[in-house]
């Protein structure tokens, strides 16, 4: 079941919509300080220096799938640092291009980059930021919203899982589809018959709560469930070539056979 896909959709409705707002507000300020001081308006440049704005969106974008895999605070918080020093170095370069393709003259990349320096520094931090707040807040309602059971000895066993696609939405994932689990530091990658998702949480984590539905561990960075075993074959060093039945081939390392081994019968 696809939850949250009309979420996903509504926040890049909010953060398209933001930004127009957004740029459309500040030629509207440009326009009412230019009456007030009794100076020309230009259209065309306020609404060119406004392109402020729609550097999140690529910059916003990058900051939240690094985040992904560098979740720790103090890297966090460099990221938020070096993608808000990266906003203002590239603001005045998009201004100075923008105005020699668009307009009759161009404007001087160190003027618009001390404009940009003496009214966006402060604001250009707290956005990116709250991007990163905002991260950490969704991480932690993801790992808080899968549904499970208890078993009698009061050891979480889980029956489904929150776990997020590639286009951002969420699914409520059935234990029982699940063939095999792989680590994908920060994340787990969960895999099934027809996709892989990812779960952000440890995969000894995943390895403990899914033992008494049948999951085994086949490598440091494999884990598997039992049913799914049809043989395996030797690699001659002490490994051995899992195959499942689906018809993927897994290592099975040499830590793990002896387990293993007393399950099936070599191929």
């Known amino acids: ?3 949250l896909n009309t979420e996903w959709e509504l926040k890049n409705v909010l953060v398209v919509s933001t930004l127009v707002v957004c740029s459309l507000f500040t030629t509207a300020m440009d326009y009412l300080e230019s009456s007030w001081q ?3 308006f230009y259209f065309s440049e306020s609404f060119l220096f406004s392109c402020y704005w729609w ?19 103090w890297q966090s918080f460099l990221i938020v640092v070096g993608l808000a020093g990266l906003h203002m170095i590239l603001y005045p370069a998009l201004v100075m291009a923008l105005s020699y393709l668009f307009l009759d003259h161009t404007f001087v990349y160190l003027q618009t980059w001390k404009y940009a320096m003496t009214e966006y520094p402060l604001i250009t931090f707290l956005v990116y930021l709250a991007v990163a707040i905002l991260g950490i807040v969704e991480t932690y309602f ?23 696609e590639v286009d ?6 059935k234990v029982e589809d699940i063939l095999y689990l792989t680590a994908d530091s920060p994340y787990v990658a969960i895999h099934t018959g027809e996709k892989r998702y990812l779960h952000q949480v440890s995969l000894r984590e995943m390895e ?11 490598h440091r960075s494999t884990v598997i469930k039992k049913e799914q075993l049809q043989g395996y074959k030797s690699r001659q060093n ?17 830590r793990y056979a002896a387990q293993l081994k007393t399950l099936l019968p070599a191929n």
């Open 38 to 40: 009794t100076k020309g």
């Open 208 to 218: 403990q709560r899914l033992a008494p539905l049948g999951f085994v561990r086949i």
């Open 238 to 254: 002490g490994d051995y070539d899992l195959t499942l039945s689906n018809g993927i081939v897994l290592r099975l390392s040499r």
């Open 1 to 3: 079941m696809k939850i």
């Open 168 to 173: 951002g939405s969420k699914t409520v994932l």
């Open 55 to 73: 550097l999140y969106l690529p910059l916003v974008l990058i900051q939240r799938r690094v985040l992904r895999r560098w979740d720790k605070g």
């Open 142 to 164: 993801d790992n808080n919203q899968g549904a499970g059971l208890a078993d009698g000895s009061g050891t979480e066993m889980l029956s489904s899982i929150l776990v997020r």
